[in-house]
């Protein structure tokens, strides 16, 4: 068990915020860039303020959330605030956008007709969380996951949570070998970022140059981010041409370069993951929230904090809509530190005459993929790795006593006539240790038949992970417009609430 007073959660929070922003700003001018890059410092001029950071928006955006709705904030709630306030119709952004707009739920918003899925979207903010749980990995990645399906699945989720892992633990560990090896436990084994994370570990230890591990990189898991509206002539390098949106491996692998060969110096790391180009803000800015975490904000060389003067400038957030945007990263760092006590159970968040401080217990990391989510957010029918590989078509929603995973099985597309099948598994969550009788009421329009009956019922008992399944078919018979949609009232008949879901289906 280790302790984390105040005054070094504060620093390391601040850490974060200012290192984000400076590697940021300093890959700004490289992002989309396929070729090396030599600098040793920001090539703008910084005179007249600093560029807007698009990679910070959405966590200010979440900020205000949290803010709002405390430890209960879910990946619904993420959503609404998605389509209220973040404005950006590019990629996975505007895909996201359209679905939800369009009455998509996650984690379909972020998969149905979503070539970028496996982008870089959703790993680029990932600090909140880690800033929320210090030392809390597994409460971290709960939220990153509730964050990183609105947009993304994958590759693009499992880099979010690796990077989310990375930062939580490094307000507990300083050698970055051993940070990548945590955070490396809870992804997928056969999964592209594994692979490249593994194979990067591998080439460092070897003392391959970072020359070689990117022509690696861009060899074996070829991206198209660095050479995004780019004209075949004007491309240097004679690299695979990547499938369009499959970028988060080599960004990660950048990462995982980036901070073995610098090792903990800040200056190294950055300058390291602006070398290689291709998503230059989003790598830099990761490595230097992560060195940021780790050293602090009091041990970032003054040459790369001063220029910046802790401001921050957004571009992707609409403004007009009364959100309170931090902007600075001290008062950025001051409002994350006031949700710690909120979000962090009674048994991490502790007070004494100092003020509150956090106790986090080092994670095992050969045990990471048997742990089961615990504390503040409840118990959760999955343990993290299954969470994390939970088929795209699974949505998961939590009442007070039970909660309801529903498998659409496929993209949610359906033609006249045919029989489509919806799985309905409730889990009893053991709020009050009862067995439950659930009822599943299914309402439709007229012209869909459901095959299975509009009402069915289940006895779900007391023990953990007890659960009642429901199978519903149903076919429709004409097409009166663009979607049809079924509504399910689950409920338990010892309890007085219900949970009332719309499952939306799309004509083609």
């Given at each position: ?58 966590q200010l955006i979440w900020l205000n959330a ?68 210090p030392g809390n990995p597994y409460n971290a ?368």
């Open positions: 068990m280790e302790k984390l007073s105040l005054k070094e959660i504060k620093d390391k929070i601040l850490g974060c915020w200012e290192g984000k922003n400076i590697g940021g700003v300093l890959g700004a001018p490289f992002e989309m860039y396929r070729g090396t890059v030599d600098v040793n410092f920001y090539t703008q001029d910084l005179t007249k303020g600093i560029p807007a950071n698009d990679d910070l928006d959405l949290c803010e709002k709705y405390g430890k209960s904030v879910n990946t619904d709630i993420l959503s609404e605030y998605w389509v209220s306030y973040q404005i950006d119709n590019s990629n996975e952004y505007g895909t996201a956008l359209e679905n939800l707009r369009s009455g998509l739920v996650s984690p379909l918003s972020g998969v149905v007709g979503n070539p970028y899925r496996n982008s870089n979207g959703a790993f680029i903010r990932s600090e909140i969380w880690a800033c929320l749980f990645v709960k939220y990153c996951y509730e964050d990183a399906i609105v947009d993304h699945s994958d590759e693009g989720l499992y880099a979010a949570v690796f990077c989310t892992v990375l930062e939580s633990v490094a307000f507990l560990e300083k050698d970055v070998y051993r940070l990548v090896e945590i955070a490396k436990s809870y992804i997928p084994i056969q999964s592209a970022i594994y692979q490249v994370i593994d194979r990067v570990q591998k080439m460092h230890v070897d003392k391959c140059s970072i020359d070689e591990i990117r022509e690696m990189l861009l060899t074996d898991y070829p991206s198209y981010f660095g050479i995004f509206n780019k004209h075949p002539w004007e491309l240097k390098e004679n690299f695979p041409l990547g499938e369009i949106g499959f970028d988060a491996p080599v960004q990660i692998g950048i990462i995982v370069a980036s901070l073995l060969i610098g090792n903990g110096n800040f200056e190294k790391t950055i300058i390291t993951a602006v070398y290689c180009g291709e998503d230059a803000d989003c790598t830099a800015a990761t490595c230097g929230a992560i060195l940021g975490i780790i050293n602090g904000a009091s041990n970032i060389p003054e040459k790369w904090k001063k220029p910046l003067g802790h401001n921050i400038e957004t571009v992707c957030i609409n403004r007009r809509r009364c959100l309170n945007i931090p902007s600075t990263t001290d008062e950025l760092t001051e409002r994350v530190i006031r949700l710690l006590p909120v979000f962090n159970d009674e048994k991490t968040c502790l007070m004494d005459e100092t003020g509150f401080f956090i106790i986090a217990e080092e994670p095992d990391v050969y045990d990471t993929r048997d742990q089961y989510f615990i504390g503040n957010y409840g118990m959760e029918p999955a343990k993290i790795t299954e969470l994390i590989t939970r088929a795209p078509f699974k949505k998961l929603y939590h009442n007070f006593v039970f909660d309801v995973l529903v498998d659409y099985k496929k993209e949610p597309f359906i033609k006249v006539g045919e029989t489509v099948l919806l799985d309905v598994t409730v889990f009893n969550n053991n709020t009050d240790w009862a067995k439950h009788t659930i009822n599943v009421k299914v309402f439709s329009d007229d012209d869909i038949d459901i095959k299975t009956g509009k009402f069915m019922r289940d006895i779900v008992a007391n023990n953990y992970e007890t659960k009642g399944e429901f199978h519903i078919e149903f076919a429709v018979n004409e097409a009166c417009k663009p979607y049809i949609d079924l509504y399910l009232d689950i409920t338990s008949e010892s309890r007085p609430t219900s949970e009332l879901i719309k499952c939306r289906y799309f004509f083609v």
